[in-house]
């Protein structure tokens, strides 16, 4: 099986296709734009793989899309392509409308035209699977019951606005041209090679240099958290497991505040790593609390039990035994991400996560 994946150079996607190539037999194409979430440092560690492909294209320019499908002629395109960043959604919203909304119909007409000339048995077995965000759901109170697949859809963000509108318009494809879709809405990431904006790389990062550790409003906002590692495996099942039309949620089932978040990793920084910090405190001495994002979702919770009845999928990691890995591997890490920091101007003036 040949899989195109785009974005397959970010964060999710290095771990998918990492997953797929020390796992299986499968061939990936990885496309992407290399934006500054883009890293080829993330899939060293398979770069020389007989199976991998990298081609460096926009997912808005058409005509290289077009050439990439007659070229590779994949079996199924994961699309992870997007941009996911609800601070850089408020600075500017257009980069997500164009990423997210019409990079997603250039891949989905793409797609269609190359499916629909496909020999029939190809045809058959060909899926476009769309990864999409449990923010497409807005936000719940503390006594709501967790998001289904079933739930509507009640975007709070340019960002989560962008990625429900190309939900509906991967839908919409299937609908109207029978076009065999798929989509995932997972819950917030963690893991290693984790972009450096995020809540928990930029916990850990900051507590490492000894800068001060912003968390929004009270920080009691609360998310459910799934380790890469295990969303990567579920997006493979999905892709090659499922039925067409089908929508899955999948989650991590480990809902915690944002504060509880930052001061587990604390704790493990404190066991783990003590003489970073220039005198005998605790990392947690660099909590600052700072004004609250517009628009801040309170809490996500995903019912992910409709993949475990149909693809017998379901996380390998707790939270506990996720985070240990992760913060392990940034100190383990230090050169990734500090190249990371150096070559990123958002991230030099801003303090927060998307969280």
């Not at 289904?148 to 989560?160: F, G």
């Not at 979702?297 to 992910?304: C, G, H, L, Q």
Request: charged share 25%; with cysteine; aromatic share 12%.
């Amino acid at each position: 099986m040949k899989i195109l994946i785009t974005g397959g150079s970010g964060f999710i996607g290095s771990a998918l296709i990492r997953f797929i190539l020390s796992n299986t037999s499968d061939q990936v194409v990885n496309v992407d734009k290399l934006t500054y979430a883009g890293n080829q440092d993330n899939l060293l560690s398979v770069s020389d793989h007989r199976n991998y492909y990298f081609e460096k294209i926009d997912i808005c320019d058409e005509n290289k899309i077009n050439e990439a499908f007659k070229y590779h002629s994949p079996d199924a395109v994961i699309h992870l392509a997007a941009e996911s960043h609800v601070d850089r959604s408020i600075d500017k919203p257009m980069n997500f409308i164009e990423t997210n909304l019409v990079g997603t119909y250039v891949m989905l007409e793409a797609s269609r035209l190359y499916w629909q000339d496909l020999e029939s048995s190809k045809k058959d077995r060909f899926r476009f699977h769309h990864v999409s965000t449990d923010e497409v759901y807005g936000d719940l109170n503390l006594d709501d019951n967790p998001f289904t697949e079933k739930s509507p859809y009640a975007p709070s963000s340019p960002y989560s606005a962008t990625k429900a509108g190309s939900d509906h318009l991967v839908r919409s494809w299937g609908r109207t041209f029978n076009f065999p879709i798929i989509i995932s809405n997972c819950s917030n990431n963690y893991g290693p090679y984790h972009f450096p904006e995020k809540l928990i790389p930029l916990t850990i990062i900051n507590a490492l240099s000894g800068r001060p550790i912003p968390i929004y409003g009270n920080g009691l906002q609360i998310r459910d958290w799934l380790y890469v590692e295990d969303h990567a495996e579920a997006l493979y099942s999905i892709v090659t497991k499922s039925c067409v039309g089908e929508t899955y949620n999948v989650g991590g089932n480990n809902e915690k505040t944002n504060i509880e978040v930052i001061n587990i990793i604390l704790n493990i920084l404190d066991e783990l790593a003590p003489k970073k910090l220039n005198d005998n405190g605790s990392y947690k001495d660099l909590i600052t609390f700072v004004e609250d994002r517009p628009g801040h979702d309170k809490r996500y919770s995903i019912d992910a039990s409709k993949i475990l009845k149909d693809l017998n999928w379901k996380p390998r990691e707790t939270f506990e035994s996720g985070i240990y890995k992760t913060v392990k591997w940034f100190i383990e890490n230090e050169n990734w991400w500090q190249k990371i920091q150096v070559n990123n101007d958002f991230m030099k003036d801003k303090k927060e996560s998307k969280l």
